[in-house]
């Protein structure tokens, strides 16, 4: 009906000159009209042009002192002409409930009464004047009646007395376009079968080339998936193999007193490691490589005092939920004991559980990265050389050790960058060179030496993706959109 209305005032007249106005004269609905002006504008039947008007309207609190007056001739009037009167009972009088209210009639009309000077007093009040005129309400109906008062008034309306507030009206003025015609054709928008056979008889909707189509529902890969896959690239690049890490029960041995861990560790209470009630503990294991990880833990060897206690199966025995993925680390350096030796470079990015409290940056679970370098007469140097090529591929130059204690590690490093952002040194990870007691029981030459360091997953794409709770990372509450938006993750690159 909207656009009939247009189209036809428009074939015996040059233009529209207020969207408003024609909505009123026509009984139409002036929301409808600017919907139908904007589509017949979009198909060039009419050129239009934005029209905006700034009128000053009254506020609910303005409307009501236009009804019953202002608060301050109120206030005024309760105020014996002879006399005075004490403040309470005006408060019981104007305001007996709601006085302590910022828009009560006696808290407003004691302060605009004062200041207007018609009533002086502490706790009595009294006049000043005998007549008073509310200028305020004069001022309030002339608004309200669509008359504007002087700029001074206006203003003091607005801002001072908050009873005034503008109101912007958007409309359009209308003329006709290029395609202009008396009634709109209507464009077939499908290329179905009888379109296709009656396409002469037919206008087709000109094809937008540069529309998005509708987003495909595909899957996509987490910020985590992302990041592992370029810290493995960056391993491969250096030479490292990736080492198989698809079994998350691990035993005790394995886990724990192949890396020279006394049992009597902290780490290895139930308060720290997750174990199994069912297998409880493990079906086999080496036997002749147990024995001298029991001997060395005993009473020592290889140069070493041992821990000098009683080291017992039945507690390598038992089986858990791996703690670090350093598990596989040594079951890989066994293996390799077992060959004629060859120097190798291992690494391994997979999960690990650790007994924790959850809270925004730690979880039971989370992913472990590992490497490690097996070679003859390697240094710490070799160490520090090999993490800070590792980092320097990260984009990560500016590097700083501190000597540090792990049981299967001498000496031990952790690893510290300095963080721009946050304007201070922050670590990074963790480092050391295997101690014998760990190297020379599988069965490894006197002179090889394996360095090795090891970091979270987890940190590097927080600090990547600006997240500051890994709950949102990593987890049964992780948004779904994220995973969805996410951008392309580049390590090391500007």
């Not at 009464?113 to 309400?137: C, F, M, P, T």
């Not at 008359?147 to 005034?164: A, F, G, H, I």
């Not at 939920?321 to 079951?331: D, F, I, K, Q």
């Not at 049964?476 to 995973?483: P, T």
Request: proline residues 5%; hydrophobic residues 35%.
């Amino acid at each position: 009906m909207a656009e009939e209305a247009i189209l036809g005032y428009l074939l015996d007249n040059e233009e529209i000159t207020d969207s408003g106005q024609f909505s009123d004269e026509h009984n139409l609905n002036h929301d409808e009209v600017v919907n139908v002006i904007k589509r017949l504008h979009a198909f060039r039947y009419i050129d239009c042009q934005n029209i905006k008007r700034v009128s000053s309207v009254l506020t609910d609190e303005g409307k009501k002192y236009a009804a019953e007056g202002s608060p301050e001739v109120h206030y005024f009037l309760a105020v014996p002409a002879e006399g005075s009167i004490s403040k309470d009972e005006l408060q019981k009088k104007l305001s007996p409930c709601d006085w302590k209210s910022k828009t009560s009639v006696f808290r407003i009309g004691s302060i605009y009464a004062v200041i207007n000077k018609w009533v002086e007093g502490g706790k009595q009040v009294s006049r000043k004047v005998q007549h008073v005129e509310d200028k305020v309400k004069n001022l309030l109906l002339q608004i309200q009646e669509g008359m504007e008062p002087d700029e001074e008034s206006l203003n003091y309306l607005k801002t001072t007395r908050r009873l005034v507030e503008e109101k912007v009206w958007k409309g359009y003025s209308v003329k006709k376009g290029p395609n202009y015609a008396p009634k709109r054709m209507s464009f077939a928008t499908d290329l179905s079968r009888e379109n296709l056979q009656n396409w002469k008889e037919l206008e087709f909707k000109e094809y937008n080339f540069n529309a998005k189509g509708q987003p495909v529902d595909a899957g996509h890969v987490h910020p985590l998936l992302k990041v592992r896959k370029q810290f493995k690239d960056i391993f491969l690049q250096m030479g490292f193999e990736e080492m198989p890490t698809n079994n998350f029960v691990e035993s005790s041995f394995w886990n724990f007193d192949a890396l020279f861990q006394p049992q009597q560790h902290p780490a290895r209470d139930s308060h720290d490691t997750f174990f199994l009630k069912a297998p409880s503990t493990t079906r086999e294991l080496p036997e002749d490589y147990v024995e001298r990880v029991k001997q060395v833990h005993e009473s020592g060897g290889y140069g070493s005092r041992g821990y000098n206690y009683d080291w017992k199966r039945e507690e390598a025995n038992k089986n858990l939920l791996r703690t670090h993925t350093t598990a596989v680390s040594s079951r890989m350096l066994y293996a390799l004991a077992k060959k004629p030796f060859t120097p190798k470079k291992y690494f391994s990015i997979d999960r690990v559980f650790r007994n924790e409290a959850v809270d925004r940056t730690h979880l039971a679970e989370f992913h472990q990265i590992e490497g490690l370098v097996c070679d003859h007469g390697l240094t710490l140097g070799d160490l520090i050389g090999v993490l800070q090529d590792f980092f320097s591929r990260l984009g990560i130059s500016n590097l700083r050790f501190k000597p540090a204690y792990n049981p299967y590690t001498e000496p031990s490093m952790e690893i510290f960058s300095y963080h721009e952002g946050l304007g201070k040194w922050v670590e990074i990870g963790n480092s050391g060179m295997f101690r014998p007691e760990m190297l020379l029981p599988m069965g490894l030459p006197e002179d090889v030496r394996v360095i090795a360091w090891g970091l979270s997953l987890e940190r590097p794409t927080m600090i990547l993706y600006e997240i500051d709770n890994i709950r949102d990372l990593f987890g049964h509450k992780v948004d779904l959109g994220l995973i969805k938006r996410n951008p392309i993750c580049r390590i090391g690159i500007e």
